[in-house]
């Protein structure tokens, strides 16, 4: 029976009929799965018969899934690189589609306890995450180690941070990289001499740290009207992937996304549309 739909399908595509995909798959980023899933949830729900399936995994998982051919979507926190870009081109004779789909503010955690620190520079940071500072009493805090949790290097927040906090410096030996974003924010929760970084809308049990582009700035918290006026020295856009100009099912859920419905999601979820939903 699968030997006979496969060949129908055969003979019909090369007729140049178009076969509808009913699945959707979606992979990468797990700063933006919360997201996706809500996206994926209320999607299915509108449109039944279409399946939409998320999974993490890391921006650069979801890219090698896409230049692999095993996804249909790939969720990424950083703008895809050059030479992914070239291995796609390879494989597919053309460019990858990139679809901004949301603005997402990088926040810095710490546990809640530390009352002390309530700001840092993005230099103070960059030190931290170096290992050149090492202590909390040099930022105003307590006399003790900084414990340095971070992603590991497939992450797109991992990638994000290198480039635009670290200035592409390594991070310290020390830092503790862990899978995803939710994990980074559990093991903040727990240490109270704890520091991590990951996407705004994972901030729940710990405290966001309000950020300084420089020691004679204003510090600001990664909240809406500071991430949108682009006062808050860390934010980013959150993309989609596609090895072609989407169609079908596929472009039907990423229009669905960039509507003002799939906006307003965004900001529900907590974090920015690039859309007006108003």
């Not at 007729?15 to 299915?44: C, H, N, P």
């Not at 895809?80 to 603005?103: D, F, G, H, M, W």
């Not at 240490?191 to 705004?200: H, L, M, Q, R």
Request: hydrophobic share 35%.
């Amino acid at each position: 029976m699968n030997k006979i739909f496969l060949l129908i399908t055969a003979i019909a595509l090369s007729l140049g009929f178009y076969y509808e995909e009913k699945t959707i798959t979606i992979k990468g980023s797990d700063t933006m799965v919360i997201l996706s899933q809500r996206w994926a949830e209320i999607f299915m729900k509108e449109n039944p018969g279409i399946t939409v399936q998320v999974t993490g995994g890391g921006s650069g998982t979801g890219i090698a899934a896409l230049i692999n051919g095993t996804t249909d979507i790939c969720n990424s926190s950083r703008p895809i690189k050059q030479s992914e870009i070239e291995k796609l081109k390879s494989k597919y004779n053309s460019n990858p589609i990139e679809i901004k789909v949301a603005i997402d503010g990088l926040s810095v955690y710490v546990n809640t306890a530390n009352k002390k620190v309530k700001e840092l520079t993005v230099e103070q940071v960059r030190k931290i995450y170096m290992g050149e500072i090492t202590n909390w009493k040099e930022v105003g805090g307590d006399n003790a180690k900084i414990i340095l949790y971070g992603r590991e290097n497939n992450s797109g927040t991992y990638v994000y941070f290198k480039e635009h906090v670290l200035d592409n410096k390594d991070f310290s030996s020390s830092m503790q990289s862990m899978p995803g974003t939710a994990a980074v924010i559990n093991a903040v929760s727990k240490d109270k001499n704890a520091i991590g970084f990951g996407g705004a809308a994972y901030a729940k049990g710990v405290k966001d740290v309000a950020i300084k582009k420089d020691a004679n700035s204003k510090a600001y918290l990664p909240l809406k009207k500071f991430i949108e006026s682009g006062e808050y020295p860390i934010s980013r856009y959150l993309y989609m992937y596609t090895t072609k100009k989407p169609e079908g099912n596929i472009k039907k859920f990423i229009d669905w996304t960039l509507s003002k419905e799939g906006q307003k999601i965004v900001a529900d979820v907590g974090y920015f549309p690039i859309k007006k939903i108003n």
